[in-house]
């Protein structure tokens, strides 16, 4: 399971949760300005927008799993399991290959409405990046410091969904998702009033009680509506600091502890990691699942002009600051 979010303070933020079994070795990864980006239906592209994200470099191709351009546009793909079927390539539109998705919409675009324009002449096909690594079913968040979309590719066509809750998961579909919601509309994060009966004796006795009936299991469904609530009554400060700390706590509302979701006979799915990337800052800030001191690596501090990937392996294991 996944989720991915939005935030906006002074600043904008966007991230995800990698919630998984394994790791297939990603690395925060820059894609600079001059990395020619080969496209597999249309060539190469020369000059473009920096990227960073988090990657499987394969091939020295940088197979983006959420990134950030140097424009503040943001993408994560998560799983959609049965329900993701891409198409043929056709004649006359952009063919794009699932894993290329991601640079192809952050090396050329700066905003959803730009986003939206490239989608209209996009054909979103299956062709896989290797015999090893068979096109991943996914869909995808998109979004800039004013609006977020969903974009999934179907048995019936591309789908591009607004999402005015800023948040993602997995299954089902985004439009059941967001319905979904309608279920927890009384939720608050006020103390409720006795709206039961006036002739029963109801009182609250624990603070909190506004959000009762908030679900607290790991479904995407249930992670669904838990993080669009955290994200939606969430508060902090402006600075870049009280920002990121509140994102990771809005993702910490579905983090997976190992053990809790059992995937095969002692196989469990936990938090691989965890990113929040800075607009205004072109920074990649994460945490680990044993290492939560939140970590960043700035693209501006590289030569973006470059024509090679810049990586960095994450850092997987957290110190215990002792104090006596
Ligand atoms: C497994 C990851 C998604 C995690 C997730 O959503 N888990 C939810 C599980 S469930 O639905 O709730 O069961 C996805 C996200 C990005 C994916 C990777 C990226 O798409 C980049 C390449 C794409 C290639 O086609 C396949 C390998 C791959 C390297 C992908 C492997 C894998 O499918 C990743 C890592």
């Given amino acids: 399971m996944c989720t991915a979010a939005t935030y906006k303070t002074k600043g904008f933020y966007f991230g995800r949760t ?22 597999r239906h249309m060539g190469a592209l020369a000059s473009h927008y920096a990227i960073i994200g988090m990657a499987h470099v394969a091939d020295n ?15 994560a793909g998560l799983n959609f399991v049965g329900n993701a079927a891409y198409a043929e390539p ?13 640079p192809w919409i952050l090396s050329r675009c700066a905003t959803i409405p730009e986003v ?33 979309i969903v974009v999934e590719s ?10 005015p809750a800023g948040v993602l998961t997995n299954n089902p579909p985004f439009d059941l998702q967001m319905f979904h919601l309608n279920n927890y509309l009384g939720l608050s994060p006020r103390q409720p009033e006795n709206h039961f009966s006036p002739e029963l004796p109801l009182a609250t006795y ?45 993702l910490g509302s579905v983090d997976q502890q190992r053990g809790c979701c059992e995937v095969a006979e002692g196989k469990y799915e936990i938090t691989i990691y965890t990113s929040c990337c800075s607009a205004e800052t072109g920074t990649y800030y994460y945490t680990t699942y044993e290492n939560h001191q939140i970590t960043a690596v700035d693209m501006k501090k590289e030569a973006l ?20």
């Fill in 18 to 39: 990698l919630d998984y079994e394994f790791s297939y070795g990603e690395e925060i990864t820059i894609t600079p300005r001059n990395y020619p980006i080969p496209f």
């Fill in 154 to 163: 179907m048995a019936d066509g591309l789908h591009v969904h607004d999402d």
């Fill in 90 to 102: 056709v004649d006359g539109m952009q063919n794009v290959a699932q894993f290329e998705f991601i």
């Fill in 206 to 250: 624990s603070r909190g009680m506004g959000a009762l009936g908030l679900p607290g299991d790991l479904s995407s469904q249930s992670r669904f509506a838990r993080v669009a609530f955290t994200r939606a009554n969430s508060i902090s400060g402006d600075s870049e600091e009280e920002s990121v700390s509140q994102f990771f706590h809005i």
């Fill in 61 to 75: 191709y940088p197979l983006y799993y959420d990134a950030m351009n140097e424009k503040g546009l943001g993408m």
């Fill in 116 to 148: 939206r324009e490239a989608l209209a002449r996009m054909n979103l096909v299956g062709t896989p990046f290797s015999p090893q690594m068979p096109a991943a079913s996914l869909h995808w968040i998109i979004a800039d410091k004013n609006e977020a």
């Fill in 305 to 324: 002009d470059s024509d090679a990937l810049i990586r960095y392996p994450m850092i997987l294991k957290g110190e215990i600051r002792r104090q006596n």
